[in-house]
């Protein structure tokens, strides 16, 4: 629940955001910014407000498919996944990594000069852009601008004439999209807005987010994905720690990985105070494995590509396909937020995938490399039962299910932002101390346990991840095999959905030291 401005509403009763989704497109200094917005009150008409640096224009402003968020919101979610221990008699045999694939508006914009009783507000431009009016303002004054917003019948939320004060100051211009509720469908009090997507130049990166805490009602979760021909991102203005990722979770997680995410983010958040937390930094259009379609050259353009070559003031489309995607991750209070997210570019890293390095170990946390291919992996092992007859058995090698199983997906961890909170212990669910957060694993529960499962062993009782491909096919020989899957997923038992509006990136993320039992 977050949201890089506010909501003014025109009935006078509380009105709090409680998702957004924002996807920043970056290339040298032209930004292309796509947000969806979820709020929640009365269905009266209301208006969203957002700090710009630039004064946009109609031809800069569209409405995107909500379809797109989906899966660039599935690509860098956390993942689920789920090996059996092959038949350690079986001939070994090396897998090749999975081929990479290739990757309306209405109205007329128009300035006005300022008179007297304009408050210092001036409409800048104003347009049509499908269910929304946007109006485009500059401000001389916060109290104006206030005053100027009541006096359009918006009642604006307590506390936020010291919020735009900055934002008026720093001679920011202001997006005002006006939204006819009779357009957005009302599910229990929550809407879905058409997204929106508008672009700009200008030489800093940056999300305005204290605008937002005008909507908070405590913690607000905040995810932003960041696609850039220039590499990975991070915060420079806050501190960044990546995700634990390659950690072995129970049969339980299966079920509440939701849950278990999030008591794995916020103890993570408790080691690491006001951290903006990556959680994927990879190539846009691959994945390893992947729990769904991946990104094709439609959605990229669809995100901004269309409008990214040209340089400053120009338009034209960039047609190389390669990009990175980052992950960003923030959760915080009105006390934590103390200046709007700034990013800036930083080095590749590389983690959480199935690769084996020294010692016949898998690879632990994040490193340094000369790609991107980091995310946040979470894997289900079933150990080897059946017979062992041969003479040098190999263990440890880890692929789909046993023969005559079907295949399962792999799971993304979306809903996180309304994912129930302290109702699991995270050492209950890892097999493994976690060292980095001073998590020691419990003991494994014992065989017909309050589960019903046997611990660490056996088939599973009842997947629920999907029919996609198997989820990490392949056997290790060395660290340049890896195995992966493409799957279209079944993400149905997780609540709600994700939120795409974070921020962040690496720091020093300690090692972990643990050794993969092989019998």
Same mark, same amino acid.
């Given at each position: 629940?977050?949201? &890089? ?69 599935? *690509? ?12 350690? &008699?079986? !001939? ?5 990594? *999975? ?24 409409? #800048?431009? #104003? ?47 202001? %997006?005002?999209? @006006?939204?006819?509720? @009779?357009?957005?469908? %009302? ?11 508008? +672009?700009?130049? +200008? ?50 997680? =299966? ?9 794995? %983010?916020? =103890? ?10 990556? #959680? ?6 691959? &994945? ?9 050259? +439609? ?12 340089? !400053?003031?120009?338009? #034209? ?20 937020? @103390? ?34 291919? %980091? ?5 289900? =092992? +079933? ?6 007859? &041969? ?126 039992? =092989?019998?």
């Amino acid at each position: 629940a977050a949201f &890089c401005g506010f909501y003014v509403e025109g009935s006078g009763q509380s009105l709090y955001n409680d998702a957004t989704q924002v996807v920043l497109m970056r290339m040298g200094t032209r930004t292309v910014l796509s947000m969806q917005n979820d709020y929640k009150g009365p269905p009266e008409a209301f208006a969203l407000v957002v700090p710009v640096p630039v004064v946009l224009q109609e031809g800069d402003v569209k409405t995107l498919p909500k379809e797109v968020f989906g899966k660039v919101d599935a *690509m860098g979610a956390p993942r689920l996944v789920e090996y059996w221990e092959q038949d350690p &008699c079986a !001939p070994e045999v090396d897998y090749d990594r *999975m081929p990479m694939p290739t990757a309306a508006t209405g109205g007329a914009a128009r300035s006005q000069e300022s008179k007297p009783d304009d408050l210092g507000v001036t409409v #800048e431009a #104003e347009f049509v852009v499908g269910e929304y009016q946007v109006v485009i303002l500059s401000a001389t004054d916060s109290t104006g601008l206030e005053t100027w917003l009541q006096r359009e019948k918006y009642a604006i939320p307590a506390g936020a004439e010291p919020l735009l004060r900055p934002y008026v100051e720093g001679g920011s211009k202001f %997006f005002v999209a @006006k939204v006819d509720p @009779k357009k957005v469908t %009302f599910v229990d009090g929550r809407a879905a807005l058409s997204p929106l997507r508008f +672009h700009y130049d +200008h030489e800093e990166l940056a999300l305005p987010i204290r605008l937002g805490l005008a909507n908070s009602s405590g913690k607000q979760d905040l995810i932003v994905s960041i696609l850039s021909p220039e590499g990975r991102y991070e915060l420079a203005n806050y501190a960044n720690v990546t995700i634990p990722t390659n950690l072995d979770v129970r049969d339980e997680v =299966r079920t509440r990985f939701a849950e278990f995410y999030a008591a794995l %983010f916020d =103890r993570t958040l408790e080691k690491h105070p006001g951290a903006v937390v990556t #959680e994927y930094a990879w190539d846009a259009t691959t &994945c390893d494995p992947c729990p769904g379609p991946q990104l094709d050259y +439609h959605d990229l353009s669809t995100l901004g590509a269309d409008v990214l070559g040209g340089g !400053p003031g120009k338009v #034209e489309p960039y047609t190389n396909w390669q990009m990175t995607l980052t992950r960003l991750h923030a959760r915080y209070a009105a006390a934590d937020a @103390k200046d709007d997210l700034v990013f800036k570019q930083t080095t590749p890293i590389v983690g959480g995938r199935e690769h084996l390095v020294s010692g016949g170990k898998l690879e632990e946390g994040a490193r340094s490399a000369d790609t991107n291919n %980091f995310q946040g992996r979470y894997a289900i =092992r +079933h150990e080897w039962t059946g017979p062992v007859e &041969c003479k040098d058995p190999k263990r440890g090698r880890w692929g789909g299910p046993p023969a005559g199983e079907p295949p399962v997906g792999v799971k993304a961890g979306q809903g996180l932002a309304f994912a129930p909170r302290g109702q699991v212990q995270l050492a209950q669910l890892v097999t493994e101390d976690v060292p980095e957060l001073d998590v020691k694993a419990a003991a494994a529960p014992a065989v017909g346990a309050d589960t019903g499962k046997t611990a660490g062993t056996g088939k599973t009782a009842g997947t629920g991840t999907g029919t996609g491909t198997t989820a990490g096919t392949g056997n290790k020989k060395d660290e340049k095999k890896a195995c992966g899957c493409a799957s279209s997923g079944d993400r149905g038992e997780l609540a709600g959905s994700l939120v795409i509006v974070g921020l962040a990136g690496l720091a020093g993320v300690a090692r972990r030291r643990r050794a993969r039992g =092989r019998a």
